[in-house]
């Protein structure tokens, strides 16, 4: 006989996550179980301190308020509306309550046995690491269990078969290998007889460890280690191993992702069957195309614009592999910010044998905005600018001259590879951001001295440069100079502050997203200015104020901040992995949609999307209230 309550039940879940991850016979079993319990207003569900019940809960109808006790008062911390998850803390860490949950309507819940759900979860990644991230959304230091790559975790990763089904990774059948007995200086005679870079330490044809160029420049050359001693000591184990028949990209996935270049191959993947054969990073390079070692030599030998920019869609294909394997966004940026900035300093190069004579002095090209922080994933517009050497006053006409002309052979190339002119102009060709030493000095000053509606948007550009190319002491001098006069004008960070905690809020009081009200994306979600900005303005602003040097990237200050300010670590630490996780939920959008990312439409997002946003701004008060305490902006 069929259970229609039951049915009614599953049919209901299926539609939410992480229930959506199960399958139809799995579903239907927790559904039997199922608490079916109703609520009048402000009933409680249960209280802050009380011992769990063994049950977690689904809003079926109406909406819960979860609150906090703080001063003897209590402070609402979440709204759950249809299909949100409560009470998961005996689920996932087995503690009592440490939130109270009350009816904020008519309210009719579902409530999940633990015992009966808890083994089906863990069965199934995708259901476990939702049930992770929905507790994290609500603890206070989401950082902990970041540490344990949890916290933004992808709830599902498509099989792609465009990465995942390339062909075959070509490895090394004729290994060179030694014992564990054997001396350090004999290894290194095999290795220089054999002319390889690494060898295999076997023990009955199972791999114990590898020694490569690297462990004997380190552990031998330095005297750390003798060459009579066994390889043992020097040895990094364990080996990193996969079974036969990798494909190149799950090779370079792997070494991406444990920061190796050899990959030993076995019978069954592990360091405990048959060595079959060794894949190195050279491999790798010859056999991926699209490898970003590659493109960095397709990009120095490119002698035309369009070389370039055949180069610059083979970035923008990497990049979608990266995303599609869920690489650490830090890595991503690193990888794809080199091969970038290469680019821009090959269009330079390029450019410099199109002026008919040499620069009249030195100079550096600077990459302003998101370039300058190192944060640009997407095609977006160009934002630079060029300092040159101080000339005599006599000189300075037509040595700026020669430099707006190199600049403008540089922006039209620049374009032609597929970065649009800035529409405020904020580029190297205009004249206002191609100066000398002094006058860029002098325009410090005055956005420093006499802060205007104007220089604060402009700070929050020109802040956030770095160098791409030429004589980086010409960039050391502009940094001492603005570093020197925010030293004497301590009230300007106060108004960098003020303008940092202006931004938007993501959320409303009732957890809501704010949306924009009317124009072209009336409805959409902004992710650029309700979430992103509040967070690299806060980093600039504190960052500017420890004088860190060098340090643009918005994940990089927070993560330097945390090492400076121990007491804050928490706090900016994790400010730093919401950026990151906002920037790839943003790049990913861009993708999708073809456009810059930075409109989201809600409506198209899923349930377990809509709960990463969420769950990423929660720093962004915890940093706008340090700014408002240490500023004293109220």
């Given at each position: 006989m069929k259970n229609t309550i039951a049915e009614r039940v599953a049919d209901f879940l299926k539609d939410y996550p992480p229930f959506q991850f199960l399958s139809s016979s799995s579903l239907l079993k927790i559904s039997g179980e199922v608490q079916v319990l109703y609520y009048e207003k402000d009933k409680a569900i249960f209280k802050e301190g009380e011992k769990n019940t063994g049950i977690f809960y689904v809003v079926k109808d109406g909406a819960v308020r979860l609150s906090r006790t703080e001063e003897n008062e209590p402070k609402i911390v979440d709204i759950c509306d249809e299909g949100d998850l409560f009470g998961l803390r005996p689920l996932i860490t087995k503690e009592d309550y440490e939130l109270s949950a009350s009816a904020n309507e008519e309210t009719i819940l579902y409530g999940i046995p633990i015992d009966l759900f808890l083994p089906i979860a863990l069965e199934h990644k995708e259901v476990?690491?939702?049930?992770?991230?929905?507790?994290?959304?609500?603890?206070?230091?989401?950082?902990?269990?970041?540490?344990?790559?949890?916290?933004?975790?992808?709830?599902?990763?498509?099989?792609?078969?465009?990465?995942?089904?390339?062909?075959?990774?070509?490895?090394?059948?004729?290994?060179?290998?030694?014992?564990?007995?054997?001396?350090?200086?004999?290894?290194?005679?095999?290795?220089?007889?054999?002319?390889?870079?690494?060898?295999?330490?076997?023990?009955?044809?199972?791999?114990?460890?590898?020694?490569?160029?690297?462990?004997?420049?380190?552990?031998?050359?330095?005297?750390?280690?003798?060459?009579?001693?066994?390889?043992?000591?020097?040895?990094?184990?364990?080996?990193?191993?996969?079974?036969?028949?990798?494909?190149?990209?799950?090779?370079?996935?792997?070494?991406?992702?444990?920061?190796?270049?050899?990959?030993?191959?076995?019978?069954?993947?592990?360091?405990?069957?048959?060595?079959?054969?060794?894949?190195?990073?050279?491999?790798?390079?010859?056999?991926?195309?699209?490898?970003?070692?590659?493109?960095?030599?397709?990009?120095?030998l490119a002698k035309r614009t369009k070389r370039l920019r055949n180069v610059r869609l083979k970035v923008s294909q990497l990049l979608k592999k990266y995303l599609a394997q869920n690489l650490p966004l830090s890595q991503i940026l690193n990888i794809l910010n080199e091969v970038n900035y290469a680019i821009t300093v090959r269009v330079i190069e390029l450019s410099l044998q199109k002026m008919e004579v040499?620069?009249?002095?030195?100079?550096?090209?600077?990459?302003?905005?998101?370039?300058?922080?190192?944060?640009?994933?997407?095609?977006?517009?160009?934002?630079?600018?060029?300092?040159?050497?101080?000339?005599?006053?006599?000189?300075?006409?037509?040595?700026?001259?020669?430099?707006?002309?190199?600049?403008?052979?540089?922006?039209?190339?620049?374009?032609?590879?597929?970065?649009?002119?800035?529409?405020?102009?904020?580029?190297?060709?205009?004249?206002?951001?191609?100066?000398?030493?002094?006058?860029?000095?002098?325009?410090?000053?005055?956005?420093?001295?006499?802060?205007?509606?104007?220089?604060?948007?402009?700070?929050?550009?020109?802040?956030?440069y770095s160098y791409v190319y030429g004589d980086t002491e010409l960039v050391t001098r502009l940094s001492d100079n603005i570093l020197d006069t925010l030293d004497q004008n301590n009230m300007f960070y106060r108004v960098m502050a003020k303008d940092a905690i202006r931004s938007p809020s993501p959320l409303g009081f009732f957890r809501q997203f704010l949306v924009e009200e009317d124009g072209e994306h009336k409805d959409f979600f902004d992710i650029k200015s309700r979430a992103l900005m509040p967070l690299i303005d806060a980093a600039r602003v504190l960052s500017l104020h420890h004088k860190l040097r060098n340090i643009n990237n918005t994940a990089a200050r927070f993560e330097r901040l945390a090492e400076i300010e121990t007491n804050n670590k928490e706090i900016y630490e994790s400010c730093s992995y919401a950026f990151k996780a906002l920037l790839k939920f943003r790049t990913r959008q861009g993708i999708l949609h073809g456009d810059s990312g930075r409109f989201i439409e809600l409506a198209t997002l899923s349930k377990a999307e809509k709960l990463k946003l969420k769950r990423c701004f929660k720093p962004i008060q915890d940093i706008q209230e340090i700014l408002t305490v240490r500023y004293q902006l109220k």
């Open positions: 476990s690491n939702f049930l992770i991230a929905s507790f994290a959304s609500n603890v206070q230091d989401p950082y902990s269990l970041e540490e344990s790559g949890k916290l933004f975790t992808e709830y599902s990763v498509e099989r792609n078969s465009e990465i995942f089904d390339l062909q075959k990774a070509k490895y090394s059948k004729n290994i060179l290998t030694c014992t564990p007995e054997t001396l350090i200086k004999v290894a290194a005679s095999k290795m220089s007889h054999r002319n390889v870079g690494s060898i295999i330490v076997t023990e009955d044809n199972k791999p114990r460890g590898i020694i490569t160029n690297k462990d004997l420049r380190d552990k031998i050359a330095t005297g750390a280690f003798d060459i009579t001693d066994p390889v043992t000591q020097i040895m990094t184990r364990p080996v990193r191993c996969f079974h036969k028949d990798p494909t190149v990209a799950q090779a370079q996935l792997i070494m991406l992702k444990n920061d190796i270049s050899h990959l030993c191959i076995t019978e069954d993947g592990t360091p405990d069957s048959n060595l079959l054969g060794l894949i190195t990073e050279h491999d790798i390079v010859v056999s991926f195309a699209n490898n970003p070692v590659v493109l960095m030599k397709e990009v120095k040499s620069p009249p002095c030195k100079f550096a090209w600077l990459a302003l905005g998101s370039q300058g922080r190192k944060e640009q994933l997407l095609l977006t517009d160009q934002d630079h600018a060029i300092v040159f050497e101080n000339v005599a006053p006599e000189d300075y006409e037509a040595t700026q001259t020669y430099f707006i002309k190199l600049a403008r052979h540089i922006t039209r190339s620049l374009h032609k590879i597929g970065y649009d002119y800035c529409p405020a102009d904020m580029m190297a060709s205009n004249p206002r951001w191609c100066q000398s030493v002094q006058e860029w000095k002098n325009q410090y000053d005055i956005w420093i001295k006499d802060p205007t509606p104007e220089s604060q948007l402009l700070s929050a550009i020109f802040f956030d």
